[in-house]
């Protein structure tokens, strides 16, 4: 009832407008290789200073639907996948279309991609109110466990290596400590630096980490800066693949839209992981799996579903709980701190009418995307033909514009630009960033309710485990650990015995 | 070989860092108003930085006495003088520069120019079309965004020091 209330909010002229424009402008930029959903908010992002928070988060929501939803075009026409979470879309879908069967393979990758986003957002609208009714139970205590345990999971997680991933986790935090302590209001790491005093703004250190470094490394690899090129590609050949198509494999679709959703719930996984599962889980359960990577329309359904699931399953920690779980909720959580709303189990209580207007947006752009996708394919292949030597200054343009604004602080810019050049060098030596900024996002958290507990127990560690969603979280981040140094043993031992 | 010795250079670089960030955490003022205080946390990430990096050195040391590295760096990047990176890095340093003396507009458009300049492939620069594109959209997109934020959002971007 409260989602017809959402629906409601958000069906005026101007919310509808700006999430069209969203949701295009994601599924352009989205498309791109190189540029990601990310990407498409960080170019989005400076255009919802002056917008009011229910449309310039809905705005935000539908550039990221249709950023994780563009890259099935380039990845069926050209076997590029528009984004990580599109390359196992490539593994069948690029096959297909060789074997002139594009059509069937971009039909069946739009639906897919719209099932799996629409089944995120009716999770996100039912689980979600549940889960911030438990969430605002929890103590101080629980909290703690729970985002140590975020902590542990997107470090040990976002790369191959643990030992990286927690040295970037914790590069996080020593930077999120600059500024006024929140429980002393004593100044740390500020240097006399008097606009250093509330420490390193989100969206400057967001932009630079992901945006900026990613085209320092687009610029790198110069040769992708050449624009696509469809002219030897058709994509009216082969018969559509329909709904009732889709439906016929129910009993793959359902594991795999779990499955996507729970990856995007848990921390540091996202898109990106959640398509390349679903397509292994495809064709280790299907009946032909020799069949898959010569253009079985299976492993498309199976990557699009899951990837678009996952968004919901990002959206649900994110608005329940306050945690980011990739890089792209990271920049949603920055707009939520741009209209001075902080994302967490009392957003369902004291912003009711924001939370079900941003659900309503989320469930109308998977609506937006499948609509602008299946009728308006061409188009698209057309805005895919842009050169991204023109495109990459652009985003940059973009990405200063945004840092400035999020102040109207120059340092902001400066910040941002060194974020990049750090965030370059990092990538290079494979240390994951995303676990670099959740660890800069909740380590404010973490430490307010370590000290908090402290307070509480008078200095005595033992308490903390009293509490039972404490201990079950810091007992799961001992095993996440472990289990993940056992992984690497094994790994290392199995390279070994090759060599 | 060479992504070993990268590792084992990152974990000093780190070590040192670290070491840096505990010794300047003596600067902050101490508190009584809790248990731990103002200076536990970033002591204790400095900690874990140091205790991190040298199990990364250790990891590193071990695998290059395993014997020789199986396969070639697969990362990309390795040219040792990659100058559409470098210029596009001084340029971004160049562009925040350059914003705080002659403002977001006049910057944007000698930027565009310039970065799409450097990453044009070499047959486009010979192109009078593309040229004459990047110039058009190196023009007119500043002017648009600065128009769009002044007269939509009422937010100023930087006009520099210049025409203060």
């Given at each position: 009832m409260q989602l017809l209330g959402g629906f409601a909010t958000i069906f005026n002229v101007q919310t509808l407008l700006l999430m069209v424009v969203g949701t295009f402008g994601g599924l352009v930029v989205g498309a791109l290789p190189g540029l990601s959903a990310f990407t498409a908010l960080a170019i989005m992002l400076?255009?919802?200073?002056?917008?009011d928070s229910v449309n310039g988060l809905c705005f935000l929501v539908a550039v990221y639907v249709g950023g994780c939803s563009g890259g099935l075009i380039s990845a069926v026409l050209l076997g590029i996948p528009g984004t990580p979470a599109s390359i196992a879309t490539c593994f069948d879908g690029y096959p297909m279309a060789q074997q002139g069967k594009s059509k069937t393979a971009l039909s069946a990758a739009i639906i897919s991609s719209f099932v799996g986003g629409i089944f995120g957002a009716i999770i996100l609208s039912f689980l979600g109110p549940y889960i911030a009714k438990v969430a605002l139970k929890l103590s101080s205590y629980d909290y703690f466990g729970i985002i140590l345990f975020a902590l542990t999971t997107v470090s040990s997680l976002a790369g191959d290596n643990m030992v990286k991933g927690l040295i970037a986790c914790l590069l996080g935090i020593c930077l999120s400590c600059v500024g006024t302590d929140g429980l002393s209001s004593v100044y740390r790491y500020t240097f006399g630096i008097t606009k250093l005093a509330n420490g390193f703004s989100l969206v400057p250190v967001l932009i630079g980490l992901f945006a900026v470094s990613q085209i320092m490394a687009n610029a790198r690899d110069k040769a992708t800066t050449k624009a696509l090129d469809f002219s030897n590609t058709n994509q009216n050949e082969g018969e559509k693949f329909t709904f009732r198509d889709y439906f016929k494999r129910i009993r793959m679709i359902i594991p795999v839209s779990l499955l996507g959703l729970v990856i995007g719930i848990l921390?540091?996984?996202?898109g990106n992981i959640s398509n390349l599962m679903a397509y292994s889980y495809a064709k280790k359960t299907s009946s032909h799996p020799e069949t898959f990577g010569t253009g079985n329309v299976d492993g498309v359904i199976a990557s699009e579903t899951a990837n678009n699931a996952t968004v919901g399953g990002a959206m649900i920690i994110l608005l329940t709980l306050g945690i980011p779980g990739d890089n792209a909720t990271s920049i949603i959580l920055a707009g939520f701190q741009m209209n001075d709303i902080a994302p967490g189990p009392l957003l369902f209580k004291t912003q009711a009418t924001l939370v079900y207007a941003i659900l309503a947006a989320f469930v109308l752009a998977n609506i937006m995307f499948f609509l602008m996708e299946y009728f308006g394919l061409s188009i698209f292949i057309k805005m895919l033909s842009i050169p991204s030597m023109l495109l990459l200054p652009i985003v940059i343009v973009c990405c200063f514009v945004g840092s400035y604004c999020s102040n109207n602080n120059t340092l902001d810019i400066l910040i941002m630009v060194i974020f990049g050049l750090v965030g370059y060098i990092l990538k290079k030596h494979k240390y994951p960033l995303a676990p670099m900024v959740v660890g800069f996002i909740l380590s404010p958290l973490l430490e307010l309710y370590l000290r908090r507990s402290l307070m509480k127990t008078d200095?005595?560690?033992?308490?903390?485990?009293?509490s039972p969603v404490a201990a079950i979280c810091i007992f799961a981040t001992i095993f996440t650990i472990a289990y993940t140094v056992y992984g690497m043993i094994k790994k290392k031992r199995v390279e070994e015995a090759k060599v | 070989m060479k992504e070993k010795k990268n590792d084992i250079l990152a974990g000093i670089v780190i070590i040192i860092l670290a070491a840096v960030y505990y010794v300047c955490s003596f600067q902050i003022q101490e508190t009584t108003s809790d248990i731990l205080g103002s200076r536990f946390f970033p002591q204790l990430a400095a900690v874990l930085l140091v205790v991190l990096a040298v199990i990364q050195i250790i990891q590193a040391v071990r695998t290059k006495s395993?014997?020789?590295?199986?396969?070639?760096?697969?990362?990309?990047?390795?040219?040792?003088?990659n100058l559409p990176l470098i210029l596009t890095t001084v340029l971004l340093f160049a562009y925040y520069f350059l914003v705080l003396q002659i403002g977001f507009t006049i910057t944007s458009i000698i930027y565009l120019l310039f970065a799409s300049w450097i990453l044009m492939p070499e047959d486009d620069r010979k192109e009078r079309k593309i040229l004459l594109m990047v110039i058009c959209v190196s023009i007119i997109f500043p002017i648009f965004l600065n128009f769009i934020f002044y007269q939509i959002f009422s937010i100023q971007l930087p006009v520099g020091a210049l025409f203060q």
């Amino acid at each position: 009832m409260q989602l017809l209330g959402g629906f409601a909010t958000i069906f005026n002229v101007q919310t509808l407008l700006l999430m069209v424009v969203g949701t295009f402008g994601g599924l352009v930029v989205g498309a791109l290789p190189g540029l990601s959903a990310f990407t498409a908010l960080a170019i989005m992002l400076p255009f919802t200073f002056g917008m009011d928070s229910v449309n310039g988060l809905c705005f935000l929501v539908a550039v990221y639907v249709g950023g994780c939803s563009g890259g099935l075009i380039s990845a069926v026409l050209l076997g590029i996948p528009g984004t990580p979470a599109s390359i196992a879309t490539c593994f069948d879908g690029y096959p297909m279309a060789q074997q002139g069967k594009s059509k069937t393979a971009l039909s069946a990758a739009i639906i897919s991609s719209f099932v799996g986003g629409i089944f995120g957002a009716i999770i996100l609208s039912f689980l979600g109110p549940y889960i911030a009714k438990v969430a605002l139970k929890l103590s101080s205590y629980d909290y703690f466990g729970i985002i140590l345990f975020a902590l542990t999971t997107v470090s040990s997680l976002a790369g191959d290596n643990m030992v990286k991933g927690l040295i970037a986790c914790l590069l996080g935090i020593c930077l999120s400590c600059v500024g006024t302590d929140g429980l002393s209001s004593v100044y740390r790491y500020t240097f006399g630096i008097t606009k250093l005093a509330n420490g390193f703004s989100l969206v400057p250190v967001l932009i630079g980490l992901f945006a900026v470094s990613q085209i320092m490394a687009n610029a790198r690899d110069k040769a992708t800066t050449k624009a696509l090129d469809f002219s030897n590609t058709n994509q009216n050949e082969g018969e559509k693949f329909t709904f009732r198509d889709y439906f016929k494999r129910i009993r793959m679709i359902i594991p795999v839209s779990l499955l996507g959703l729970v990856i995007g719930i848990l921390p540091g996984l996202g898109g990106n992981i959640s398509n390349l599962m679903a397509y292994s889980y495809a064709k280790k359960t299907s009946s032909h799996p020799e069949t898959f990577g010569t253009g079985n329309v299976d492993g498309v359904i199976a990557s699009e579903t899951a990837n678009n699931a996952t968004v919901g399953g990002a959206m649900i920690i994110l608005l329940t709980l306050g945690i980011p779980g990739d890089n792209a909720t990271s920049i949603i959580l920055a707009g939520f701190q741009m209209n001075d709303i902080a994302p967490g189990p009392l957003l369902f209580k004291t912003q009711a009418t924001l939370v079900y207007a941003i659900l309503a947006a989320f469930v109308l752009a998977n609506i937006m995307f499948f609509l602008m996708e299946y009728f308006g394919l061409s188009i698209f292949i057309k805005m895919l033909s842009i050169p991204s030597m023109l495109l990459l200054p652009i985003v940059i343009v973009c990405c200063f514009v945004g840092s400035y604004c999020s102040n109207n602080n120059t340092l902001d810019i400066l910040i941002m630009v060194i974020f990049g050049l750090v965030g370059y060098i990092l990538k290079k030596h494979k240390y994951p960033l995303a676990p670099m900024v959740v660890g800069f996002i909740l380590s404010p958290l973490l430490e307010l309710y370590l000290r908090r507990s402290l307070m509480k127990t008078d200095g005595h560690w033992f308490p903390i485990f009293s509490s039972p969603v404490a201990a079950i979280c810091i007992f799961a981040t001992i095993f996440t650990i472990a289990y993940t140094v056992y992984g690497m043993i094994k790994k290392k031992r199995v390279e070994e015995a090759k060599v | 070989m060479k992504e070993k010795k990268n590792d084992i250079l990152a974990g000093i670089v780190i070590i040192i860092l670290a070491a840096v960030y505990y010794v300047c955490s003596f600067q902050i003022q101490e508190t009584t108003s809790d248990i731990l205080g103002s200076r536990f946390f970033p002591q204790l990430a400095a900690v874990l930085l140091v205790v991190l990096a040298v199990i990364q050195i250790i990891q590193a040391v071990r695998t290059k006495s395993a014997g020789p590295a199986k396969e070639k760096d697969i990362s990309t990047g390795n040219q040792k003088l990659n100058l559409p990176l470098i210029l596009t890095t001084v340029l971004l340093f160049a562009y925040y520069f350059l914003v705080l003396q002659i403002g977001f507009t006049i910057t944007s458009i000698i930027y565009l120019l310039f970065a799409s300049w450097i990453l044009m492939p070499e047959d486009d620069r010979k192109e009078r079309k593309i040229l004459l594109m990047v110039i058009c959209v190196s023009i007119i997109f500043p002017i648009f965004l600065n128009f769009i934020f002044y007269q939509i959002f009422s937010i100023q971007l930087p006009v520099g020091a210049l025409f203060q």
